[in-house]
């Protein structure tokens, strides 16, 4: 039976409408499906670890187990506990594991080591305070700093080669106050000039007796730890990083509260060169990066080869930071199979950031975001692979394009979904690099308020689809940019949305199914 023509674009007609009514209902369900600032954060924790879905494999986190020993210090207010808590974690470990308690009240101590099977425990009114004087950070321990390994302060506590570690309770950590520390931080240079990288690392020792400078302790550093447990504790007054797991492997960081605002590098959780990483419910309020990804600087990240790599974000809220959550700027193990959802980042400048540089070689791929709000003072999703030329010198300088070595770095395979951008400065900014554009990008359902749309350089291969952005701008530029798909792009501008394309690498540039454009189309020959 043949249909009159009439009634066959009837029917289509129908179910245009039947899919799109089923579209809206699907975005609206969506949109109701992520995060507010409420639902997320420490005040959320949950008592038992919900199992993980990821976009990758991944183990299955648990709670450690430790034995039932259980050891409450007996600690004095008056001088450093230093060595009263290390002996009392050293002579448990020995026996087999357990917990050592730090009871109510305030105590001073310098650097603190765990060893296996231990479980350091703060009591609720319990607070940690950390010596000033690198005196009582020594002798040098081996660690990495901003991803070259050296002989070092190395971290408020500390572990090297421990298995079944955990800081628990609901006390407080407090970092090292006045003194030699803060005093001789290193502020004048940047890591790779002061520490050679063909120097063996037992001989990069950097402890402030042959320096006018030193490298401040992190706050919570394990080193070639495995299975690693930090609950419910909160740290503030760090001098550096305060949670930096290294070559670690199964690392579990749940109800973390983070205040380093106003110190510089004042990172709030940087995972580097580790894997199998659980991050939930935590709230950060930091000095540079919240949430950050990290595997290495340099010839020396290529030299450990290291990746990061089976992370899960999910659950956390970002208060104050320059980034919410960020991969880089040290990539050159790669930074692999991340999983970041349900996060809320408030006040942070930019709220997804990627971060490196020429010659710092590796990258990131297969980064997957989605069910994030933000409500940000910068740009909202962000990649700098130049920097600056106080870092990197003329490699700062986009052209000319540079040869592709072991140490060029690369971002590719992002998927970006299901957002809510509440306000921001700059909806995306792309600034990739000639030699190594930024390929296979998704950004898709998201909701967008924002001063400026679309600045892209050394993009490929990008689709950014099935989006309300409300902008004061109306511009999309691109320079050197190639196969860039906008589809059903609803434009809530004052004025119609056009194109600007500038670069001859420029070629298939199109925006498709949208509302309030102006030109849709840009192909190379048209130049």
């Not at 000033?132 to 408020?156: H, Q």
Request: glycine fraction near 8%.
């Amino acid at each position: 039976m043949k249909l009159k023509t009439s009634t066959l674009l009837a029917s289509i007609s129908i179910l245009l409408l039947a899919c799109n009514s089923n579209k809206k209902l699907s975005n609206a369900t969506k949109k109701s499906q992520i995060p507010t600032q409420e639902q997320v954060g420490v005040k959320n924790l949950t008592d038992e670890i919900a199992p993980v879905k990821a976009p990758f494999a991944t183990i299955r986190f648990t709670k450690p187990v430790f034995p039932d020993a259980k050891v409450i210090l007996d600690l004095t207010a008056t001088a450093l506990n230093t060595n009263r808590i290390q002996k009392a974690i050293d002579e448990l470990s020995t026996k087999g594991g357990g917990t050592i308690i730090i009871p109510n009240g305030i105590w001073k101590t310098g650097r603190i080591q765990l060893k296996d099977n231990i479980n350091l425990h703060l009591e609720d009114n319990a607070q940690l305070v950390f010596s000033g004087e690198i005196k009582d950070f020594l002798p040098v321990v081996f660690t990495r700093i901003e991803g070259i390994e050296v002989m070092s302060l190395g971290a408020c506590i500390y572990a090297n080669g421990a298995t079944n570690i955990a800081i628990t309770g609901n006390g407080k950590l407090v970092g090292p106050q006045k003194g030699s520390i803060r005093n001789n931080i290193l502020t004048k240079d940047v890591i790779e000039n002061v520490i050679d990288a063909k120097t063996p690392v037992a001989e990069r020792i950097v402890d402030g007796s042959k320096q006018d400078w030193i490298f401040p302790p992190m706050f919570i550093s394990p080193v070639n730890c495995k299975k690693v447990y930090i609950e419910g504790v909160s740290l503030s007054n760090t001098a550096f990083w305060n949670i930096v797991p290294i070559y670690c492997d199964n690392v579990i960081i749940r109800g973390v509260t983070v205040n380093s605002v106003g110190t510089p590098r004042g990172d709030g959780i940087d995972i580097d060169s580790s894997k199998n990483v659980l991050i939930e419910y935590c709230n950060l309020s930091t000095g540079d990066d919240c949430f950050t990804m990290k595997a290495g600087r340099a010839e020396d990240g290529i030299r450990v080869n290291k990746a990061t790599e089976n992370v899960v974000v999910r659950y956390c809220l970002a208060l104050k930071g320059h980034g919410g959550i960020t991969c880089g700027s040290e990539t050159a193990g790669m930074i692999r199979n991340l999983y970041v959802h349900d996060c809320v980042f408030i006040d942070s400048g930019v709220g997804i950031r990627f971060k490196t540089r020429r010659n710092r070689g590796g990258g990131g791929e297969n980064l997957t975001y989605e069910r994030i709000r933000m409500n940000l003072d910068q740009t909202a999703i962000k990649w700098d692979m130049l920097g600056s030329s106080g870092s990197v010198g003329d490699l700062a300088d986009r052209l000319p394009a540079r040869a592709i070595t072991p140490l060029t770095p690369k971002f590719e395979k992002i998927t970006i979904k299901d957002i809510i951008i509440e306000n921001c400065s700059n909806f995306i900014k792309v600034f990739g690099i000639p030699e190594s554009p930024v390929n296979h990008l998704t950004i898709e359902n998201a909701t967008v308020n924002c001063g400026e749309l679309f600045n892209a350089h050394d993009l490929r291969n990008a689709v950014f689809r099935n989006s309300t952005i409300t902008s004061k701008d109306s511009t999309l530029f691109l320079l050197d940019s190639k196969n860039v798909l906008f589809d059903q792009i609803d434009f809530q501008t004052k004025n119609p949305v056009q194109l600007d394309i500038k670069g001859s690498l420029s070629d298939s540039i199109i925006v498709r199914s949208g509302k309030n454009i102006k030109n849709t189309k840009w192909f190379a020959q048209k130049q």
